[in-house]
């Protein structure tokens, strides 16, 4: 994991790199911010690690544990909303056995409920692994679920 | 040495020549923007590929932008030779074959798949696309190039008469393109509508050397989506309108601000920016003259107030993105504590056709007070939810009948919720309302950025403010009490509500704290009152059926019958 920061770190030197910029090159490319990473950051812009960590906890796609397998988003946003987001979201929830944000217990699927997806056009809208599918259904979403846990 | 900007549009003249004329083989365009790969655009991309080897047929596919029409997405365009260029609705990956065999090999256009043609020529059973429902009302300023040229190629943007504005520009003098922009009465559209012309006027009489534009793309608000519509269709619009802000507010540097996770607004717009360097459009002695000007993206997190504007300067700057307090103001002391300006994507992108047609050209359009166009997102419980650009006077009415077919499977239009979770909650009975600044706001439903979503019968108005407060407090940045406590406390009592623990006085309740709210330190909690006032004032009895009678009218929250 080290060798993994560094790697990042590195990558950054010379770009005038910030607390949060350094940190979402972290997240992009580990899936997450080890906490090796804090006194790195810390070092590689000159801050304090409790400065470093009060970023961290700001922006709330952060996370300190690594995510599931796969990444599943689903948008609670008003568009969405009004075409039926309620109905898809309660079933997402029910297939993964989750009541909110987290990580299945296998530590296959993470979900994470997003305010909007900005394909308000297409909705109810949800995302595997970043690919965002539109005017989904629960039995669509059901199906597309079930076909990621089997991968 | 870089090209001059004839040779420049001479040679974009001729690419673009080509690429209308099908040479030198047939064009695919397919709209890969956010929503047409929600809709599995990137399986069309793939599902052509496929087709096209198959047959032995040469082709190329270009991944476009946004052309609005997101109801009929997948949306794809081909240009083949001798033929007018034709837009088709609904691709899916199992109709590519088909349609590559009917059209490319047995040259039939399929008519049936086609949403319309573009220019003079004409095809049995295809209208004009500019004629169709969705977009006859419309007139395409910002959106001009969207879906229609690639995104990616400068040359496409060129020959559409771009970067003629800022070439006009740096013929004249900052305090003349000031001038100009004011004369146009272009008002921001990131919100609070301030004027431009004037914010520009503030940070030229800045001192310098180093001063910043800033674009904001951060485009938190659920429902509105045309910003970074805008930077995957024809990210050199937004582009070229801040060379243009850079030259008339003699700024050094821009930042064009995106949330991490928009990937591909991010990519495409990064690839625009390296084209500007490589044609002499950025960087040091901008077409040749001694102005010299560079931007570069600035990656947010996930905070809504990360674009309040000075929230948004923390941001850039590293740090949680925590509103300051003004003044100072921005174009004293902004980003790095150097004098800024910011501006939305819209707002910018209107810049380069205000210099290029001049500022009476665009103060010809529009009302009195609100000039140019409205750049409209439509969604929720309508036929045609899509991204539409019409004149501002343009009744909301006509927007969402006209172009978006209204609701439905028969349903009655309810509400509309405008202006992003900040804006307002107005009843349908208020659809005559025009698109302008000062007219919506009237009826406490803020145009904002532009987000529109339409609601039927089926949804509760308690609810839906439920969802807005939700977010509201989920994404109250904590800095300012009023705001971070307060918004607990409304979200705890439109829930009550909505489980059927609400009590008598509720309603003024929260109207008392909203109003409480407007002592919060940015427009976070300062707006949080318009969803509730709005909500309440169309819809006070629905509140009351949930508060004194127990009874959800439309059925929706769970605790409470529809009957009471
Ligand atoms: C909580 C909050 C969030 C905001 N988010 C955005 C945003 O995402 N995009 C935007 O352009 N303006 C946003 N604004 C408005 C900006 O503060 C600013 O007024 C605007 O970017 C100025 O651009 P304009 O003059 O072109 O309208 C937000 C304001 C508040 C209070
Ligand atoms: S509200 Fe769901 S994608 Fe915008």
């Not at chain 2, 937004?238 to 030259?247: H, S, T």
């Not at chain 2, 991010?266 to 040749?288: H, K, P, Y």
Request: proline share 6%; glycine share 12%; with cysteine.
């Amino acid at each position: 994991m080290r060798e993994k920061v560094e790697k990042v770190i590195d990558s950054m030197k010379g770009k005038k790199p910030t607390i949060l910029s350094a940190l979402l090159a972290i997240q992009e490319e580990i899936g997450y911010i080890p906490k090796e990473a804090i006194p790195e950051v810390a070092g590689l812009v000159g801050a304090s690690a409790n400065e470093v960590y009060g970023v961290i906890t700001f922006y709330t796609h952060f996370r300190l544990e690594p995510p599931g397998e796969h990444f599943v988003e689903v948008c609670w946003g008003p568009s969405c909303h009004v075409c039926g987001g309620k109905e898809v979201m309660d079933a997402v929830l029910e297939e993964l056995g989750l009541s909110s944000d987290g990580t299945t217990k296998d530590k296959k699927l993470t979900l994470k409920r997003t305010s909007c997806a900005a394909a308000c056009a297409q909705g109810p809208v949800i995302s595997i692994d970043h690919n965002l599918r539109g005017r989904m259904t629960p039995e669509k979403a059901r199906e597309m679920l079930a076909r990621v846990k089997s991968r | 040495m870089p090209l001059s900007f004839d040779e420049l549009q001479q040679k974009a003249q001729k690419e673009w020549e080509a690429f209308q004329r099908a040479a030198p083989s047939t064009r695919i365009l397919v709209g890969t923007a956010t929503c047409g790969r929600a809709a599995g655009a990137q399986n069309v991309v793939e599902a052509f590929r496929k087709a096209l080897a198959q047959e032995g047929i040469h082709a190329l596919i270009h991944e476009v932008g946004c052309l609005g029409p997101c109801y009929a997405e997948p949306i794809v365009d081909i240009i083949k030779a001798g033929h007018p260029r034709i837009t088709y609705g609904n691709i899916t990956p199992e109709i590519v074959p088909q349609l590559v065999r009917d059209y490319l090999i047995n040259d039939n256009p399929r008519a049936d798949m086609a949403l319309g043609i573009h220019g003079d020529g004409k095809i049995d059973g295809i209208p004009n696309l500019f004629e169709i429902p969705f977009f006859k009302l419309q007139m395409r300023i910002a959106l001009r190039n969207s879906g229609i040229i690639d995104p990616i190629n400068i040359y496409h943007y060129i020959a559409n008469g771009g970067y003629s504005g800022l070439k006009k520009a740096l013929e004249m003098t900052s305090e003349q393109v000031v001038a100009e922009v004011q004369k146009s009465g272009l008002r921001g559209r990131g919100g609070a509508a301030f004027p431009t012309g004037q914010k520009w006027q503030f940070l030229l009489g800045a001192p310098g050397p180093t001063k910043y534009i800033l674009c904001n793309c951060e485009e938190g608000d659920p429902g509105a989506f045309n910003d970074k519509a805008i930077l995957e269709s024809d990210p050199h619009t937004l582009l070229e309108g801040m060379v243009i802000a850079g030259y008339a507010t003699k700024a050094t540097n821009g930042y064009v601000f995106i949330r991490y996770e928009h990937r591909e607004v991010i990519r495409r717009t990064q690839m625009a920016i390296n084209q500007m360097r490589e044609f002499g459009l950025l960087g040091s002695n901008i077409l040749g003259t001694s102005f010299g000007f560079d931007i570069s993206i600035a990656l947010t997190g996930e905070s809504y107030v990360s674009g309040e504007e000075t929230a948004l300067m923390e941001a850039i700057e590293g740090k949680r993105a925590m509103p300051r307090p003004r003044p100072p103001f921005p174009a004293q002391v902004g980003l790095w504590r150097k004098p800024s300006n910011i501006n939305n994507v819209k707002t910018l992108s209107y810049v380069p056709e205000i210099l290029r047609r001049g500022g009476e050209w665009y103060a010809g359009i529009g009302t009195e007070r609100s000039k140019g166009t409205a750049i409209v997102c439509l969604s929720g419980n309508i036929n045609r939810p899509g991204l539409a650009e019409v004149p501002m006077g343009t009744s909301l009415k006509s927007a969402i009948e006209e172009i978006g077919g209204g609701a439905p499977n028969g349903k009655q239009i309810k509400l509309l919720q405008t202006g992003g979770p900040l804006g307002g909650i107005i009843s349908a009975s208020q659809i005559e309302v025009p698109l302008d600044f000062d007219a919506m706001a009237g009826k406490g439903a803020i145009l904002g950025s532009g987000g529109i979503i339409v609601a039927d019968e089926r949804t509760c108005v308690v609810e839906l403010l439920k969802i807005l407060c939700t977010f509201i407090y989920e994404e109250s940045c904590g800095k300012c009490f009023p705001c971070r406590i307060g918004t607990a406390h409304i979200l705890d009592l439109v829930k009550d509500i909505t489980e059927g623990r609400g009590r008598p006085g509720d309603t003024e309740r929260l109207l008392a704290m909203g109003e409480t709210l407007t002592s919060s330190l940015c427009g976070h909690g300062q707006l949080t009152i318009s969803p509730i006032r709005s909500a309440i004032n169309y819809f006070g009895d629905e509140f009351k059926a949930h508060i004194e009678e127990k009874r959800c009218p439309a059925g929706v929250c769970k605790a409470l019958g529809r009957q009471g």
